[in-house]
């Protein structure tokens, strides 16, 4: 069965609008999770490493207060898309490392378009 | 900072042809991971390479880890059209972060 779960599995929006999107680690808990975009034909870029306790950690180029992220709990983190643009559209993807491993599961991906 | 590269990004072939590809780094990396994803899908975890010259199988798929740890194969024996998808190598660095390649996608004619 699935071990990381992704909610919504697809959003449109308008532009302006916030989207929050939620990553679960189903089988255990994380203390970090990352956050991952991806553009049609691309690969994916890592966006921030969630940290439960303590502040998201941001990749260079990657603007903080537009991509809120918050780690609520052990199984929890959220990434919210602040006044979203149409060039925000893309499929954002979170992924868990196993404990104690480099192996990391992904979730299945959230669709964003924004009109 | 450390790169994989991923060349060509596409790649066709004839169903029950083998496939190969590669991944290449100009600095020597501690693992090598490697990742399928279906059209429309998400990356999945196929196999991690730590040792130099390692080389691991499953079933069809044969992955390799060269010996400076500066390259990586993968081989499809007989490719089906099950193995469409775009495969991806990455690796991680500080913090447990993975970086991916560019990816080559793999399409089958049956």
């Known amino acids: 069965g699935a071990v990381v779960s992704q909610h919504p599995s697809w959003v449109i929006c308008k532009s302006g609008t916030s989207v929050k999107i939620e990553c679960r680690s189903l089988?255990?808990?994380?203390?970090?999770m990352f956050w991952y975009r991806q553009f049609p034909k691309q690969s994916l870029m890592l966006m921030a490493t969630?940290?439960?306790?303590?502040?998201?950690?941001?990749e260079q180029g990657v603007e903080k207060d537009k991509f809120l992220i918050n780690h609520a709990s052990l199984t929890l983190s959220t990434l919210t898309v602040t006044s979203a643009h149409p060039e925000d559209s893309s499929f954002y993807i979170c992924?868990?490392?196993?404990?104690?491993?480099?192996?990391?599961?992904f979730g299945p991906g959230t669709r964003l378009t924004v009109l | 900072g450390q790169q994989v590269m991923q060349i060509p990004q596409y790649q066709h072939v004839q169903e029950g042809e083998d496939f190969t590809t590669y991944c290449n780094s100009s600095?020597?990396?501690?693992?090598i991971q490697w990742y399928k994803q279906r059209p429309g899908g998400h990356p999945v975890f196929l196999i991690q390479?730590?040792?130099?010259?390692e080389v691991k199988k499953q079933k069809r798929l044969t992955f390799q880890f060269g010996e400076a740890k500066k390259n990586s194969s993968l081989h499809i024996t007989a490719t089906q059209t099950t193995d469409v998808g775009t495969y991806f190598c990455?690796?991680?660095?500080?913090?447990?972060?993975?970086?991916f390649g560019k990816g080559i996608t793999l399409s089958v004619r049956p």
């Open positions: 992924s868990v490392p196993t404990p104690g491993g480099d192996e990391q599961f």
């Open positions: 990455a690796f991680t660095g500080a913090n447990s972060k993975l970086t």
């Open positions: 969630s940290n439960e306790g303590s502040k998201a950690t941001y």
């Open positions: 600095t020597t990396l501690s693992n």
């Open positions: 089988d255990f808990q994380a203390t970090t």
């Open positions: 390479l730590v040792k130099s010259g």
